[in-house]
């Protein structure tokens, strides 16, 4: 499998070139990715496509997008960070059950735009509608694609382009921008780290008590003449077989209740049961039910009691097991919780993290939206090193020496 990261803005090759001369940070253009399918062994089939990107060139864009889908390769594209603007178009080419992102990553969406200062001096109303036609249609186009790749709603879809703010992996998911959300592939239980291996042979281990839990379950059921839990829900029983207390088996057919006299049962003889009574049989039929030695009348809804509290008393082991599993299921989080916690008290507070946020704040957008904000008023003035590569591109640069 091939790793591809994208991690710094789409440009186009000049704008590259430029960056390099003026030793700005240089992005990617078409020809990096033209290169780099190139390179890739012919036996394979797989291209892992990271994302970290602000977005940039529309046209750059697109055409790396179609790049890699041209590759005919299986195309998985993960969010590491932040993909916005075009970054998001080049996120679409893998389906959308191979798009991914980490938990904390965040997308955004947003129309094409021009920033003012790129207009020029002087523009007519027929410069200014070709202008506003061409902005139209790359809006449509990259709107079909969401609508196509996503199985969005075209108008939710739209609004949110509008709107021109990053959204939560969570909500990126329920529009179909990605198809999964990545966990983590490592967690803290009881003072002990494990990783994801791990976590997987725990998973198997539990798996195994479960099933042996479940067979002793069934061997009980058996002993009430319950073939399986959903006939005890129901109440449906096809037949007993009742254990007698030498160790042997009576097998009485009857779907529910008690033994009765009258009862076709197996195997003939006088059968002393676990409670004290006595079921004879003859010629496969119960004859008489005799009580326990020193009781009356009313042993068989004893008997009847004494069964409906075992089958309850398996109820209400089940629910305890239910209710344990949720416990540690919990109990896990919040162990986690307090790891992440304790971490940021050891290395000294609020005062530490305060310390470490980073105070980086972007340059304006491009030509083309290279950069996405959450609000238009939030772009900075240009740097002078930006005016002067804006003349000399316009031909306007003066030498100020």
């Given at each position: 499998?091939?790793?591809l990261k994208l991690y710094n803005d789409i440009q186009t090759e000049n704008e590259k070139n430029l960056c390099q001369w003026w030793g700005e940070v240089e992005?990617?253009?078409?020809?990096?990715?033209?290169?780099?399918?190139?390179?890739?062994?012919?036996n394979d089939d797989e291209i892992e496509l990271h994302i970290f990107c602000d977005g940039g060139s529309v046209m750059e864009g697109w055409a790396i997008y179609d790049k890699l889908r041209a590759t005919g390769k299986q195309i998985t594209s993960i969010i590491e960070g932040?993909?916005?603007?075009m970054a998001t178009v080049i996120l679409m080419a893998a389906p959308k059950e191979r798009r991914k992102a980490y938990?904390?990553?965040?997308?955004?969406?947003?129309?094409?735009?021009?920033?003012?200062y790129s207009l020029g001096d002087q523009m007519t109303a027929d410069d200014l509608q070709k202008a506003a036609d061409n902005l139209k249609a790359q809006q449509d186009k990259i709107l079909d694609l969401y609508v196509e790749r996503c199985g969005c709603d075209r108008e939710q879809m739209q609004a949110l382009m509008n709107e021109d703010k990053y959204i939560s992996a969570d909500e990126a998911k329920s529009l179909g921008i990605i198809g999964e959300i990545i966990a983590p592939a490592s967690a803290k239980k009881d003072g002990v780290m494990f990783n994801q291996k791990n976590q997987e042979k725990m998973a198997e281990v539990k798996?195994?008590?479960?099933?042996?839990?479940a067979s002793i379950w069934k061997k009980?059921?058996?002993k009430l003449g319950i073939e399986s839990a959903e006939d005890l829900e129901s109440g449906e029983v096809k037949g007993m077989d009742l254990s007698t207390s030498d160790g042997g088996t009576l097998t009485v057919e009857r779907e529910e209740g008690d033994p009765q006299v009258g009862d076709k049962a197996s195997p003939d003889g006088e059968?002393?049961?676990?409670?004290?009574?006595?079921?004879?049989?003859?010629?496969?039929?119960?004859?008489?039910?005799?009580?326990?030695?020193?009781?009356g009348g009313g042993g068989d809804e004893d008997g009847k009691d004494d069964k409906d509290a075992e089958i309850q008393a398996l109820k209400d082991e089940n629910e305890e097991l239910k209710g344990k599993l949720k416990v540690a299921e919990a109990k896990a989080k919040t162990v986690e919780e307090l790891r992440i916690l304790n971490a940021v008290k050891i290395?000294?507070?609020?005062?530490?993290?305060?310390k470490l946020s980073s105070t980086y704040k972007p340059a304006a957008r491009k030509v083309e939206g290279s950069r996405a904000s959450q609000a238009a008023g939030e772009l900075e003035e240009k740097s002078p090193m930006a005016e002067e590569l804006e003349a000399r591109r316009n031909g306007t640069y003066k030498d100020k020496k």
């Amino acid at each position: 499998m091939a790793i591809l990261k994208l991690y710094n803005d789409i440009q186009t090759e000049n704008e590259k070139n430029l960056c390099q001369w003026w030793g700005e940070v240089e992005g990617v253009c078409f020809k990096d990715i033209d290169d780099f399918v190139a390179s890739m062994d012919e036996n394979d089939d797989e291209i892992e496509l990271h994302i970290f990107c602000d977005g940039g060139s529309v046209m750059e864009g697109w055409a790396i997008y179609d790049k890699l889908r041209a590759t005919g390769k299986q195309i998985t594209s993960i969010i590491e960070g932040k993909a916005a603007s075009m970054a998001t178009v080049i996120l679409m080419a893998a389906p959308k059950e191979r798009r991914k992102a980490y938990k904390s990553a965040q997308v955004c969406v947003h129309n094409p735009w021009v920033p003012g200062y790129s207009l020029g001096d002087q523009m007519t109303a027929d410069d200014l509608q070709k202008a506003a036609d061409n902005l139209k249609a790359q809006q449509d186009k990259i709107l079909d694609l969401y609508v196509e790749r996503c199985g969005c709603d075209r108008e939710q879809m739209q609004a949110l382009m509008n709107e021109d703010k990053y959204i939560s992996a969570d909500e990126a998911k329920s529009l179909g921008i990605i198809g999964e959300i990545i966990a983590p592939a490592s967690a803290k239980k009881d003072g002990v780290m494990f990783n994801q291996k791990n976590q997987e042979k725990m998973a198997e281990v539990k798996d195994e008590k479960v099933e042996v839990k479940a067979s002793i379950w069934k061997k009980m059921l058996a002993k009430l003449g319950i073939e399986s839990a959903e006939d005890l829900e129901s109440g449906e029983v096809k037949g007993m077989d009742l254990s007698t207390s030498d160790g042997g088996t009576l097998t009485v057919e009857r779907e529910e209740g008690d033994p009765q006299v009258g009862d076709k049962a197996s195997p003939d003889g006088e059968h002393s049961m676990p409670d004290g009574s006595t079921i004879v049989v003859k010629d496969g039929v119960i004859t008489e039910i005799k009580p326990k030695e020193g009781e009356g009348g009313g042993g068989d809804e004893d008997g009847k009691d004494d069964k409906d509290a075992e089958i309850q008393a398996l109820k209400d082991e089940n629910e305890e097991l239910k209710g344990k599993l949720k416990v540690a299921e919990a109990k896990a989080k919040t162990v986690e919780e307090l790891r992440i916690l304790n971490a940021v008290k050891i290395a000294g507070g609020e005062k530490a993290l305060a310390k470490l946020s980073s105070t980086y704040k972007p340059a304006a957008r491009k030509v083309e939206g290279s950069r996405a904000s959450q609000a238009a008023g939030e772009l900075e003035e240009k740097s002078p090193m930006a005016e002067e590569l804006e003349a000399r591109r316009n031909g306007t640069y003066k030498d100020k020496k």
